[in-house]
């Protein structure tokens, strides 16, 4: 199956510097790859998704590129606020609503 | 509004006790899933339900069965829990099998003594 691998466990950032998260995918069919938030004792809510007609795709301060030679894409949070602050989970999925999730990023923005 | 429910949100179960976690949605969603997600690891995908009485087994389903006998309505039920059954487990929904999208539940937090 497919295996999901977030390169950073931890990551902290300076409020107003940029953060990326990078993550890796096993599956060359793949071709969802949604990006979701847990802020500390909350759920999870869904944030940005690429497809992979696409490599870039860009909402508000978020950014996703979606490199499919490497198998390898990436989250930018421009701009970072205290509110950026939580795990960050990358997935990946080819179809019938299997999505394989990365093992989380924590973000931490400094002010 | 659209929302996922989950009850209880916390329960502390004795090993050998029956547990049963609930989970409701008000989207009118065809698949739903339950997970659970550990300590630093992500999301493990127990078992996942196209509709009523359409359900298929994830990654980790053993010890762990569900049931789904109204498209709102989806339990997760273990028999005689485990002390390694401790863990927070979500439930999740989405629109129908062709979307990707999944909207997740606050999650029950269990822990079995």
């Known amino acids: 199956g497919e295996k999901v691998e977030q390169h950073e466990s931890t990551l902290s950032v300076r409020e107003g510097d940029s953060a990326v998260i990078n993550c890796t995918y096993t599956?060359?069919?793949?071709?969802?790859f949604p990006w979701y938030k847990q802020e500390a004792g909350k759920s999870l809510h869904f944030v940005i998704d690429i497809r992979s007609n696409v490599d870039r795709k860009q909402s508000q301060r978020l950014i996703v590129l979606l490199d499919k030679k490497a198998k390898r894409f990436s989250l930018h949070i421009t701009a970072t606020q205290p509110e950026d602050s939580a795990i960050y989970f990358c997935?990946?999925?080819?179809?019938?609503?299997?999505?394989?999730f990365g093992d989380g990023t924590q973000l931490v923005v400094k002010p | 509004d659209m929302k996922v429910t989950q009850m209880p949100r916390y329960l502390i179960k004795r090993m050998g006790e029956n547990v049963l976690l609930e989970c409701g949605q008000d989207?009118?969603?065809?698949?739903m899933y339950w997970y659970r997600q550990d300590p630093g690891l992500g999301l493990q995908l127990i078992y996942i339900s196209y509709d009523v009485d359409s359900n298929s087994e994830g990654d980790i389903p053993k010890g762990y069965r569900v049931s789904r006998k109204k498209r709102e309505h989806f339990s997760l039920i273990l028999d005689s829990a485990k002390t390694n059954q401790t863990s927070v487990y979500f439930c999740?929904?989405?629109?129908?099998?062709?979307?990707?999208?999944?909207?997740f539940g606050p999650g029950t937090r269990l822990t079995v003594l």
């Open positions: 997935a990946a999925s080819r179809s019938n609503n299997r999505i394989f």
């Open positions: 989207m009118s969603h065809e698949t």
């Open positions: 599956d060359t069919a793949s071709s969802y």
């Open positions: 999740a929904s989405s629109l129908d099998w062709g979307s990707y999208e999944q909207y």
